[in-house]
């Protein structure tokens, strides 16, 4: 039988990203073009100036994956694009490239969540395993996601407020460190001590919603606390309890929920999901729990188009097209 060659785009956020992935799991190309360094001086991502690169550097990436894989169009099967959510004109960008390549080629065009492929990058590293529980921790979203089949998402618990990277973004501007916040926190985290009190929002005993913005606030005012009684509060201590926040609650939601829902497998996904802290105790905390635990190298947690692939496949051969009116959607559902 023919291979299935996905050629797959992603541009909802600042990394202008195009995959080919072969029959579902390949990875024959994945190539990220990040544009951070343009976004930095301004503390965080300017959706002009996102647009503005996704238009200068989309063709040229394109290029790079085709000559990366080694093939030319006419042996690509299929177009997939991240429909949404995200910036709209960055997601514009990447839809009409999609389109114009569909249309010059004949080809059909595949549209996929972006959140379905943080899960999907999962597929490019194992087998999944129904039902499943997927913890989604990116920039914008907190998610947990009960998928009881290919292609089937039900969101069990999500974010009241902030997402998880959002806070950890918010926290390093408090402690003047460029953006992304994340991976600084993360560094800075591994030589402190979980000293500093913070809160844990647990909410209602059997939600498994998340809300990170009290927390937020509180290491806020902490800081300023101490100024205010002339002490200075060691960074890496104010990191390691911070992510020591974080990280207890959505381990501990995480693992309940895999419980209540008695899951085969559980799936982490999202860029925050990159967190040395976050990983080490996801893992220590699943080595009791009896259901296999999977979490992508780091790659493949934050932004790429390897996973629009992976979950474009998926969607195409269940017959999921997109006409020529295919648009950027900002909120798109899951
Ligand atoms: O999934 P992603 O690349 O983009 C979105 O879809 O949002 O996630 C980006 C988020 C940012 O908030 C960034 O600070 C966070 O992921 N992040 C991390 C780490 N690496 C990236 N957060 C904590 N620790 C990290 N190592
Ligand atoms: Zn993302």
Known sequence: EKDEIILAIETSCDETAVAIIKNGTEMLANIVASQIESHKRFGGVVPEVASRHHVEQVTVVIEEALVTAGLTMEEITAIA??????LVG??????????????????????????????????LVTEMHFPLLALVVSGGHTELVYMKEHGSFEVIGETRDDAAGEAYDKVARTLNMPYPGGPHIDRLAQAGQPSIKLPRAWLEP???????????????????NAAQR???????????????????VLVEKTA????????KQVLVAGGVAANQGLRSALEARFQNEEVPLVIP????????????????SIAYRKGTRADWALNGVPGLDL
Do not use: W
Request: net charge negative.
């Open 230 to 248: 002339g002490e200075e509060l060691a960074p890496e201590d104010l990191a390691a309890s911070f992510q020591a926040s974080v990280v207890e």
């Open 297 to 312: 190298p780091l790659s493949l947690c934050t932004d790429n188009a390897a996973m629009i692939g992976a979950a474009g």
């Open 90 to 123: 960055a997601l514009l960008i990447g839809v009409n490239a999609a389109k114009a390549l569909a249309f010059a080629h004949d080809l059909p065009l595949v549209p996929v969540h972006h959140i379905a492929g943080h899960i999907y990058a999962n597929r």
């Open 256 to 263: 309940r929920a895999a419980r209540a829902y008695d899951v």
């Open 206 to 224: 059997d939600s498994y919603d998340f809300s990170f913005s009290g927390l937020k606030s509180a290491v806020i005012n902490t800081v300023h």
């Open 81 to 86: 694009v991240t429909e949404g959510p995200g």
